[in-house]
């Protein structure tokens, strides 16, 4: 069975720092891509970054230059170091797995990020 553990969130003020981290254990063959999506209240789930198989990054607009998306490929874990932080980062934010040809798609539990102005 697989599982997506996270962890670093919690709450900071603006402009400052945090790194989540999320594990997967269990049987998890052949990743296409691995991410981070964030949800805030009333809000639709809105993706952060992600990170394929090849190493290529992608970033929401919004956090582009402040946010950096990295794995270890040894571990099956991958990170989000988060830079300057504004209260509109404020949400919970799940991990995210995904093989090839949408064959599976795992989901962390989330982690709260809050950013106090």
């Known amino acids: 069975q697989v599982q997506l553990v996270e962890s670093g969130g919690g709450l900071v003020q603006t402009g400052g720092s945090l790194r989540l981290s999320c594990a997967a254990s269990?049987?998890?063959?052949?990743?296409?891509?691995m991410g981070w999506y964030r949800q805030a209240p009333g809000k639709q789930r809105d993706l952060v970054a992600t990170?394929?198989?090849?190493?290529?990054?992608n970033y929401a607009d919004s956090v582009k230059g402040r946010f950096i998306i990295s794995r270890d490929n040894n571990s099956k874990a991958w990170y989000l170091q988060m830079n300057s932080l504004k209260p509109e980062d404020t949400a919970v934010y799940y991990c995210?797995?995904?093989?090839?040809?949408?064959?599976?798609?795992?989901w962390g539990q989330g982690t709260q990020v809050t950013v106090s102005s």
């Open positions: 995210n797995v995904k093989g090839y040809w949408g064959r599976w798609d795992y």
């Open positions: 269990g049987s998890i063959f052949n990743i296409n891509v």
């Open positions: 990170i394929s198989n090849g190493g290529s990054t």
